[in-house]
């Protein structure tokens, strides 16, 4: 069987490495703003979080919604939910249910927005 000789890999120049085999030698990309002889400083098998970019976006830009404005609105649910269903076990009506349900979503939001401290 005839293995071509030449230009290896990247890497070694003139070599034959893995040519001939069906192997590849592995070959390292560096990160982003390192130069290609640099290698990170991080053990095997741990990430380099130095390059990590947040998943919310630019740097500058929080949560859509606040902690507290999160709470506020799921009690607010809870206590509209509680209400609709009473009203209609009670009324049998969907629509009387549903106006029941928020003006005490509106009153429990109010009132949680009050006590909850901001």
Known sequence: MYTPTGPGPVGNPGGNTGHGTGQEPPVRIAAPGRSPGQMPQAAPGQQDLTDYQSPQGSPGEGPLLGLRSAIILVLGIL?????????????????????????????????FHKIIAG
């Not at 206590?79 to 003006?103: N, P």
Request: aromatic residues 10%; glycine residues 16%; proline residues 0%.
């Open 79 to 111: 206590v509209a939910t509680a209400a609709g269903v009473l009203t209609y076990s009670a009324q049998q009506d969907a629509a009387t249910a549903a106006l029941a349900a928020g003006g005490a979503f509106a009153g429990g939001v109010l009132f």
